[in-house]
């Protein structure tokens, strides 16, 4: 069945009763461009990451890491694989188009695959916050998501997550049992990956943001950012790490009463500057990225002319 609906009220009726649109179905222009543009950023995301971990993979020390992290990058490439299916059917860009974008510069990526990863503990570190972090944002447009495809290749996504988090954590417990050096190794990175990180979820959310109404996102960004902070802070001073942030306090006040972690005022600028391609590694990453495109075309035009030779058999 092909679901229509009279006016935008009659579609957010739709959307709050807990309805999901398909592919097929019409859908307010509101909610087509919007809905592709999230997920197009996240299909971006996921490939960009994907060639963060690909990079690592000579460097990884020893042959186990070597395969987790080839899987990973596999995985990685997967998800933006998915999500560029699930985009493209949108109609409103072709996969061509927004692969063709982001090597170009004018699409945009999440600021964490903006930076350089310096050392093998910035490999951990990403593993163990920036996998927890994109994990938390998308388990949290998995818990409602109106929209059929993203909902249905999120399950596979988030489960995927899920097992990059336990590894990062299984890294970064080996690191902190380990020598002094491979501790300050990891503090190191830990001062470099922090606020990356935490400004993954974005500032404050509008509260009349259509992805909310739209039940795209279940919660507003600060509510997220706010979960992390009470969930990692915690967990990086247990294992003797100390989080760059020299005016964190636990106020027992916050939270009604219940006391949270409070951090310094978040300094967005370096968050906006990577959305204008302009974080310290964006422009190796996106020349980077590009090249491979452009050196891997022989395998898309041969893949094309196999398929028309089968077609025309
Ligand atoms: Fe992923
Ligand atoms: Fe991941």
Redesign the pocket.
Same mark, same amino acid.
């Given at each position: 069945m092909i679901n229509s609906w009279n006016d935008d009220q009659d579609f957010q009726r739709f959307i709050d009763a807990g309805g999901m649109v398909e592919p097929r179905d019409e859908m307010p222009e509101g909610y087509r461009h919007e809905v592709f543009r999230f997920i197009e950023f996240h299909a971006n995301s !996921?490939l960009m &990451? &994907?060639l963060t971990e690909r990079d690592w993979i000579p460097r990884a020390p020893g042959v186990r890491l070597k395969q987790i992290f080839l899987a990973k990058t596999q995985?990685?490439i997967g $998800?933006a694989h998915l999500l560029y299916q699930v985009a493209a059917d949108m109609g409103v860009k072709s996969r061509t188009e927004m692969l063709e974008q982001l090597f170009a510069g004018t699409s945009r990526f999440h600021n964490v695959f903006h930076y350089q990863a310096v050392t093998w503990a910035d490999q951990i570190a990403i593993a163990y916050l920036v996998d927890a972090a994109?994990f938390a944002s998308q388990r949290a447009v998995f818990a409602e998501c109106s929209y059929g495809p993203y909902k249905r290749v999120l399950k596979r996504?988030v489960a !995927? !997550?899920g097992f $990059?988090m336990r590894h990062g954590e299984e890294m970064l417990l080996r690191l902190a049992e380990g020598t002094r050096t491979q501790r300050s190794m990891f503090q190191a990175a830990l001062d470099r990956w922090w606020w990356p990180a935490v400004q993954l979820f974005g500032p404050d959310s509008d509260p009349n943001d259509p992805l909310l109404a739209w039940k795209i996102k279940s919660q507003p960004n600060e509510q997220l950012r706010h979960a992390y902070i009470q969930k990692y802070v915690p967990l990086l001073q247990g294992y003797g790490f100390e989080i760059p942030d020299a005016n964190l306090r636990f106020d027992e006040q916050a939270a009604d009463g219940k006391g949270a972690w409070v951090t310094t005022d978040i300094d967005w600028e370096p968050l906006i500057a990577t959305m204008r391609q302009g974080g310290p590694d964006s422009r190796r990453r996106i020349m980077t990225a590009a090249e491979n495109y452009r050196d891997t075309a022989w395998v898309r035009a041969a893949l094309e002319t196999a398929a028309t030779a089968r077609v025309a058999s």
């Open positions: !996921e &990451g &994907g995985d990685e $998800h994109a996504i !995927e !997550e $990059h």
